[in-house]
């Protein structure tokens, strides 16, 4: 397997690069004046292994993640979750030494392809992690505006806009509609999450992507992340990390199973509707995972 910049050791077949649209195909500034219904679209991954310098710690991962749904990935710690969920959106190659092979596809187009830019697809694909991490001095209003302004928008009745649309759809505007100039950092656990969830969202990604989005936080803020999952699967592509059985049966369409092989890579048990893995796996090691035999 050769490094996944070529495309031509994928199992899938190369693409062009110019052949990867900009989101929506729009500019950020149109993308987010117009309130759009979101094309949902898919993430494929196929033959997917990723390493930390010498080190290979998922090997040869093959899914896709619908449109419309939410997949989970579930599995021991250490089996490569986060790995994988960060291999999504090219924030793996951040860690340096850190490599992938294989191919990610969004909508189609590989998102490793030579001359694509990994910022533009990070505004594709948004991501939220375990721990809330608004910028803490900054106020509300303009954590959910950063994105924007740092691409250079700053027509203030769209950043209004944005604002209050990504708030709303974060089911965070009620709680501090009267409070936008407050520092982001002054809100609770579950409040800063939703904030990173409307920063996610603000930039109009098709995909967002959350690690353990809720494990930092109490049950009632947990429901309220669930909720807003479900709501935001009408909109997008999600992909979450979860420890948690019962969340990831609650929210989810779609489960990924996996665990940590004799050579110590993560790979991939099982992938299938989520209620087939929760009430009819096929593997065995599904099976004593989900019902809390080991893990
Ligand atoms: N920055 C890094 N450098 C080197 N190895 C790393 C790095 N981050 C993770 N690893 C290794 O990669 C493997 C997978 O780690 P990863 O964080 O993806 O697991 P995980 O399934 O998310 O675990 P958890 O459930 O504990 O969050 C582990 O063996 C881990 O030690
Ligand atoms: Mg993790």
């Known amino acids: 397997m050769t490094a996944m910049t070529d495309g031509s050791s994928s199992s899938l077949p190369a693409v062009a690069p110019d052949a990867l649209p900009l989101s929506r195909g729009l500019p950020l500034g149109e993308r987010a004046s117009a309130a759009l219904e979101h094309p949902a679209v898919q993430v494929e991954v196929g033959s997917l292994h990723a390493y930390y310098g010498r080190h290979r710690v998922l090997r040869d991962v093959t899914f896709t993640a619908r449109p419309n749904a939410v997949t989970a990935i579930i599995g021991p710690s250490g089996c490569g979750k986060s790995t994988l969920i960060r291999c999504l959106n090219r924030m793996h190659e951040v860690t340096p030494g850190a490599r992938v092979e294989g191919e990610v596809r969004l909508d189609g187009s590989s998102i490793y392809a030579p001359g694509i830019d990994p910022v533009v697809i990070r505004q594709r694909i948004g991501m939220v992690f375990q721990r809330p991490n608004p910028f803490p001095t900054m106020s509300i209003f303009d954590n959910v505006v950063a994105g924007l302004k740092l691409a250079g928008i700053r027509d203030r009745q769209l950043l209004d806009e944005v604002a209050e649309r990504s708030l709303q759809r974060a089911a965070l505007w009620d709680e501090v509609r009267d409070k936008l100039k407050s520092p982001g950092g002054a809100l609770s656990g579950g409040q800063q999450q939703r904030l990173c969830i409307a920063r996610a969202i603000a930039v109009e990604p098709e995909v967002i992507l959350m690690d353990e ?70 593997q065995r090691l599904t099976e004593d995972y989900i019902s809390g035999r080991f893990g």
């Open 213 to 282: 989005p809720a494990s930092a936080l109490d049950p009632i803020s947990t429901l309220k992340i669930e909720e807003l999952m479900d709501s935001l699967r009408a909109s997008y592509t999600i992909v979450i990390v979860t420890h948690n059985m019962q969340q990831a049966s609650r929210v989810s369409d779609q489960t990924a199973f996996l665990t940590v092989g004799d050579d110590g890579a993560g790979y991939l048990v099982e992938f299938d509707d989520t209620a087939t893995i929760f009430t009819n796996p096929r």
